[in-house]
């Protein structure tokens, strides 16, 4: 990995560092800041579904993990909230691997793994739901005291610029997989797993350290959203919603792509909020918004909005070579009049 590959995550890092000096409205701080969980999340999920191919329905599992132990840590145990952080991410990428290792040990791939990530996350939303020690039906509420060492902060933009420097960080973590031996593995395995097997590529091995990442990633996604709103309970840390919106933002953004998971994120959250504007807040219209997105998707951009403009691009540079050529075409016969 050269600074050439990391030139385009630094430019874009400072252009949204510059947001918050901008636009200081807490509305639209808000949305910023949950568009950013979304697409560090949706940058989890595409680290096993993109790079990897092991599509997951059930990403909600690592999510709610990493939301329910931060604030279980806090609460039950008086562990300060950045340990928590770092100590509920690495349950992430450890729920990651137990659910991979059960799930590629028996040989489960495609349409198999994804339904059973999603059994994996139904049951956890049933445990969370039912268990004491997680507040039951009733949820989670993180105290508040506004201080850094709380994870908790005065101003939202400083906690917009923590997020930021996260997805920063996963976004350079994605372009190293990308052009690690690590990443041309799960590439190779993607494509196909036997011919990968057969080139001396540990599938298990290579899959297991893809679905530790991705659930660590992902994990890290759900501690910032309850640091942030403070409350968590069964149903928004290991509800559907959340696994449909990390599966649906690599596939808008571009899937398999550094930069997929962020353009998927801020095309969907932004139509959505348009669309509330425009509808008068009916219930769902976001949800309408997301089926209308994912169909025009596949009906016409099958590699996402940066594959749909990788081929425009393409497209205009084969318009301009042939008469770049016809002009070099007659230039002899021109000299020779």
């Known amino acids: 990995m050269t600074a050439r590959d990391l030139l385009p995550i630094l430019v874009l890092l400072a252009l949204a560092a510059l947001l918050p000096l901008v636009v200081t409205s807490s509305p639209v701080l808000n949305f910023l800041v949950f568009m950013l969980i979304v697409a560090l999340g949706a940058q989890g999920w595409n680290i096993l579904g993109g790079f990897g191919g092991q599509f997951s329905f059930g990403h909600a599992a690592f999510f709610g993990t990493g939301a329910y132990v931060t604030a279980i840590l806090q609460l039950r145990w008086g562990v300060n909230a950045w340990a928590g952080l770092a100590l509920a991410t690495a349950a992430g990428a450890a729920v990651g691997w137990g659910i991979g290792f059960l799930s590629f040990r028996s040989g489960l791939r495609g349409s198999y793994f994804a339904l059973v990530t999603l059994a994996f996350a139904e049951v956890f939303r049933i445990l969370a739901n039912a268990a004491s020690f997680t507040g039951g039906a009733a949820g989670l509420l993180i105290k508040l005291e506004v201080h850094p060492a709380n994870l908790q902060f005065a101003d939202r933009a400083v906690f917009y610029w923590l997020v930021l420097a996260l997805v920063g960080a996963v976004l350079v973590l994605t372009r190293w997989i990308q052009r690690s031996r690590f990443g041309a593995q799960l590439v190779a395995v993607r494509e196909n797993e036997d011919a990968?097997?057969?080139?001396?590529?540990?599938?298990?091995?290579?899959?297991l350290r893809a679905i530790a990442l991705s659930g660590g990633v992902t994990a890290l996604a759900g501690c910032l959203y309850a640091q942030y709103f403070l409350y968590i309970d069964a149903t928004i840390a290991y509800?559907?919603?959340?696994?449909?919106?990390?599966?649906?933002?690599?596939?808008?953004?571009?899937?398999?792509?550094?930069?997929?998971?962020?353009?998927?994120?801020?095309?969907?959250?932004?139509?959505?909020?348009?669309?509330?504007?425009?509808?008068?807040?009916?219930?769902?219209?976001?949800?309408?918004?997301?089926?209308?997105?994912?169909v025009l998707a596949v009906a016409f951009a099958r590699g996402g909005i940066l594959g749909l403009l990788e081929r425009l691009r393409d497209r205009g540079a084969g318009l301009l070579r042939p008469s770049s050529r016809s002009d070099a075409a007659k230039e002899p016969s021109n000299a020779g009049r």
């Open 196 to 207: 990968a097997k057969a080139l001396g590529v540990d599938s298990l091995r290579v899959k």
């Open 239 to 294: 509800g559907s919603w959340i696994s449909v919106e990390l599966l649906l933002a690599p596939i808008i953004g571009g899937v398999g792509t550094v930069f997929g998971p962020v353009v998927g994120a801020l095309t969907l959250h932004g139509l959505g909020e348009v669309a509330k504007q425009f509808a008068g807040r009916i219930p769902g219209i976001d949800l309408i918004v997301f089926g209308a997105v994912l």
